[in-house]
């Protein structure tokens, strides 16, 4: 079959960056998930447990614009680890309305196991590239990461 400028998606729609970058994306997601799975945590989990530890007193608005979600998707989550402990709210210093996440202790102590993991999927996927090209990977991400930011 000939494909036309009528059809749904171009010749090469497969080939293209964005979609290799997306199946790459993927891919990783689903090997997180998998070894993540038997410490109880969902990649999700490790998301927002790495950044309220970059970044402690996050606010949930903050949160949600940072990880590109709802509100309400942070918010879910934050309940769920605050029911586990993982998490807790403090009063904002200087806005009675507003609270911010803090990590708990066993917080931190699921985040470093977590972060065990995802070191050996990093290990995996930079073992396979060695050094230069990992660097050079990094540089080339940024780099879309910066272009896109400003699409």
Partial sequence: MTRTDEEPAGPHAL???IWVLRRAELAVTA???????????????YTLLISVYSEPGLTRSELARRLNVTR?????????LEHRGYLER???PRHQHVEELHLTAAGLDALRAA???IADIERLVTDGL??????????????VTKTAGNG
């Fill in 31 to 45: 090997l997180k998930e998998q070894r993540l799975r038997p410490l109880g945590m969902e990649a999700a989990h």
């Fill in 15 to 17: 080939d293209r960056v």
């Fill in 130 to 143: 060695g050094p230069e090209e990992t660097a050079q990977l990094r540089a080339l991400l940024n780099h």
């Fill in 115 to 117: 972060d065990v993991v």
């Fill in 72 to 80: 309400q998707a942070v918010g879910a989550l934050v309940v769920r």
């Fill in 90 to 92: 403090r009063e904002h």
